[in-house]
């Protein structure tokens, strides 16, 4: 039974190890399968398996260990993109302030442009990768027709 080494795809014939065509029906063998107990014992021959394992757990713990670091990097960034935007909504909602003080702006105009912004960005990641590019076109379009216009400065 151990000189059994793989069976023929096309009618299941037991063959011996080293075998290239099936001794039953003379198809060629298209998988060299060792028997599991040949594996094992060269195995114990070899290179230590507990060698090995050690090597694969130091690999991955390498692995982890800079995926943390770059995971954390990444936070560091995140979180200092999230204050960044918190200045600059801070200092776009004073600059708007003063702006409609001073009577130079329309605060409800302001925010129906922003809106509609709002509205045509979220149409455009909606829509697939290839049609997103057209309606960017689009939306550039409107935006430079409506700015060519009136200027809102005094």
Same mark, same amino acid.
């Given at each position: 039974? $151990?000189?059994?080494?793989?069976?023929?795809?096309?009618?299941?014939? &037991? =063959?011996?190890?080293?075998?290239?065509?099936?001794?039953?029906?003379?198809?060629?063998?298209?998988?060299?399968?060792?028997? =599991?107990?040949?594996?094992?014992?060269?195995?114990? #021959?070899?290179?230590?398996?507990?060698?090995?394992?050690?090597?694969?757990?130091? &690999?991955?713990? =390498?692995?982890?260990?800079?995926?943390?670091?770059?995971?954390?990097?990444?936070? %560091?960034?995140?979180?200092?993109?999230?204050? =960044?935007?918190?200045? !600059?909504? #801070?200092?776009?909602? &004073?600059?708007?302030?003063?702006?409609?003080?001073?009577?130079?702006? !329309?605060?409800?105009?302001? %925010?129906?442009?922003?809106?509609?912004?709002?509205?045509?960005?979220?149409?455009?990641? #909606?829509? #697939?990768?290839?049609?997103?590019?057209?309606?960017?076109?689009?939306?550039?379009?409107? $935006? $430079?027709?409506?700015? $060519?216009?009136?200027?809102?400065?005094?």
């Amino acid at each position: 039974m $151990s000189s059994i080494a793989h069976y023929c795809q096309r009618c299941l014939a &037991a =063959n011996p190890l080293g075998t290239d065509f099936c001794g039953r029906c003379g198809t060629r063998l298209m998988l060299v399968v060792e028997p =599991n107990s040949l594996r094992f014992e060269a195995a114990e #021959s070899g290179v230590s398996t507990n060698e090995h394992l050690l090597e694969r757990i130091s &690999a991955t713990e =390498n692995r982890i260990t800079r995926l943390a670091e770059r995971l954390e990097r990444s936070l %560091e960034l995140v979180l200092r993109q999230a204050e =960044n935007a918190s200045i !600059d909504r #801070s200092l776009l909602q &004073a600059l708007v302030e003063v702006l409609v003080a001073d009577g130079l702006i !329309d605060k409800g105009r302001l %925010e129906e442009i922003w809106n509609e912004d709002r509205r045509q960005k979220r149409l455009i990641e #909606s829509r #697939s990768p290839g049609t997103k590019r057209k309606a960017r076109r689009e939306v550039k379009g409107r $935006s $430079s027709k409506k700015g $060519s216009g009136k200027s809102t400065r005094s």
